[in-house]
């Protein structure tokens, strides 16, 4: 059942993913790796399918509505991999994934890490409205050719 607000209206609900559930979480991982290439869609595939690192899902109404993967890493935690399912986008889904990973990331002292590839702008400009700030641009991190553009947060208090 979803939480209830004040109003009476139903909120987002954020559980713990575990892998009994793979299959139901299949189809929004295909999704949100369309278009990144074979091997970071098997990479992805996998990290669930094995439980690897530690993601989270988004219900709306029982329905999973979009996911983040995060890993921790030293002192910092880096989302690896966030997905909403196409037709709940722009409804605050995934704020609301990375406002919950600031939570745990505040909560163990860590900063916030992701990175996007050069070409997806738009994934940029979503972190920098949620108070990302660049801290780096590597060519050649996760295959030759490529560019991530770097961000960090430090969770607010
Ligand atoms: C990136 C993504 C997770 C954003 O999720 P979302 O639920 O649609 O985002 P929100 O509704 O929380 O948007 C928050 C703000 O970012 C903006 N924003 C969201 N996606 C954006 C995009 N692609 N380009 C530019 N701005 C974007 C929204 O307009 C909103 O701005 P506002 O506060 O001024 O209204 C979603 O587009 C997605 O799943 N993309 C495909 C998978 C992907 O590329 N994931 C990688 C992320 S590293």
Do not use: H
Request: net charge positive.
């Amino acid at each position: 059942m979803n939480d209830i607000n004040d109003c009476g209206t139903e909120v987002l609900k954020i559980t713990r993913y575990s892998k009994k559930i793979f299959p139901m979480v299949l189809p929004l991982l295909k999704e949100g790796t369309k278009g990144w290439g074979k091997e970071w869609s098997r990479e992805i595939i996998s990290a669930y399918s094995r439980q690897q690192g530690e993601a989270y899902l988004a219900q709306d109404g029982g329905k999973i509505v979009g996911t983040i993967l995060l890993r921790k890493e030293v002192r910092a935690l880096v989302i690896y991999f966030l997905v909403v399912k196409k037709e709940e986008r722009l409804k605050n889904i995934g704020s609301s994934l990375v406002k919950f990973a600031e939570g745990i990331a505040r909560r163990e002292k860590r900063i916030l890490r992701v990175d996007v590839a050069r070409e997806f702008e738009g994934n940029t400009r979503f972190y920098l409205k949620l108070g990302f700030k660049k801290c780096g641009r590597v060519k050649n991190f996760y295959q030759q050719g490529d560019e991530q553009i770097f961000l960090y947060k430090v969770p607010s208090k």
